[in-house]
């Protein structure tokens, strides 16, 4: 067993290392191509004074340089903090401050979009550029690296003190209160995960993973982090075709790719808009989801495309990364959602009432995890960590609280059943509805809004705000999705507004959200 | 511009690129380096040009080359109204 997820890289890059490890159409990396220019980038980072315990954030599209700088940045005994390529650089930059990071690793043509966003106080020591500028581009005066300045470095991966407790990586998700909140998990949490996952889908160096998770998406972990201890070849979507489902299946069956693993809305546009049908699936060996419900409509038709493929849903928020599975071993039957399954990767499930006490088997209870894949907590928020970790006379170790309804059924499985709070998923993205509240209620005119999640087959939902304007003041809706836009990333921006004189109340004055949720649902 | 092409402007101004300036925005400009055509964004597209210039656009022509640029899209629809 490996003591830091570095080492899964290294191992293979010593055992395999002609291998592709990275494939993006004509460009590729092999093991040891990977494993060089990763330690190239670790000890660029230590030559400006990174090192164990520091975050290094990365804001720049998929491509073979963005893989090497995230192992890099591990190899360098630091943490990396993928920020989505979309954000707006306002987002960036909170994310940056908040976890204090220490480089940068983006491409050349965003510099101006730093400038700007940091207005002379970024946090970090120096910048690393994924692409070769001419020149440079130099922000607030910090030191800029260009990729190809990294030939210069020794290709010998450095000799850095490190544990299993050390932290991996940051991921940031939407938090409720209107912030977002860092999920920081450790080398340990993350091989949990890895291990199982790889072991599990007995993936080997002949395998060919897709890739279509952002960095930024706990998704990816599996094709990065797995993939490479079996000395795989990744294949990330390339930037230019990850909004279009017809192409991007296309080319998984052209590359003949053999385990695939997307959220259900994106294997559901695959199916919808992508043409699939018409395409050679015979090369996939698994094919995972994870992320949000599958409509087993649409699980059905994919199973029949592909009938020698095993399926499996995955489940597990951001905070436990995967801690529950189940094997599709059969086409369903039944309309009924899957169940989310039985716990994976060491962890345990503990179904409680709200008294903390187990319920009994057929029983709703929110579940509770315990066990290898936790994540260390939220980054400086003890908090927020603490409100949902917590110790349980039931548990050995902390036991993440997830907010989701379950049941156990007879056959021993989880279901899902829906949430404790007003987290919502679309595009398999996790959203929490207060934190695009907040920011419609910061601009100036608007009095009060409320923002629903409109159920849709393809997309699981689609956000839609009811907004109330404070008296006399007037905002066009372009105007309040552009507000939002300078701070949210793009799929949290609600797809359309709805302007209201007031808004509905219960009895006991509060905003009738489910009232507003049927009306907007019904479309009345 | 073709009227096709400004149809097009007004649209990903107004829903699409909401948060960009496009005034500067030839209809040859690439999108796609934008990096802001999401998912959605094209699905949004495809339904305004099959509402307002009366074709129907099939999904296997709902690729990077044909949504390159404000051109390539008009392209399509043009191509498409022939059909």
Redesign the interface.
Known sequence: MSLRLTDVLSESAARVPVRDAVVMESRRLTYAGLEAASNRMARSLIAHGIGRGDRVALWLPKSLEAVAALWGVMKAGAAYVPVDPGAPPARLAWIARNCAVSGLVTRSDRAAALEEAFAGQAPMRALWYGDDPAEAPRVAGLPAVPWRALAAEDAERPDVPGGEDDLAYLLYTSGSTGEPKGVVHTHKSALAFTEWAADTFALTHEDRLANHAPFHFDLSTFDLFSGARAGAAVHPVPPRLFAFPAAVAKSWCAQRLTVWYATPSTLTLFLTRGNLAALDLSAVRVLLFAGEVFPVKYLRQLMRLAPQARFANLYGPTETNVCTWYDVTSIPAEDRPLPIGVPSCGDECLVLDESLQPVAEGQTGELWVTGPTLMMGYWGAEERTAQVLRRLELADGPAYRTGDIVRWRHDGTLEFLGRRDHQVKTRGYRVELGEIETRLTAHEAVDEAVVVAVPDEEITNRLKAVVVLKPGSTVGEADLKQHCALTLPRYMVPESIEFRAGLPRTSSGKVDRRALQESSTTGA | MTSTEAAIHEFLT??VF??QDLSGLKPGDSL?ER?????????KTVTFCEEQFGVTIP??E???DN?ESIQAIAALVEKQRGK
């Open positions: 107004k829903d909401y948060d796609l990096g802001l055509l999401d998912s959605l964004a094209i699905l999904d296997v709902v690729l990077p949504f």
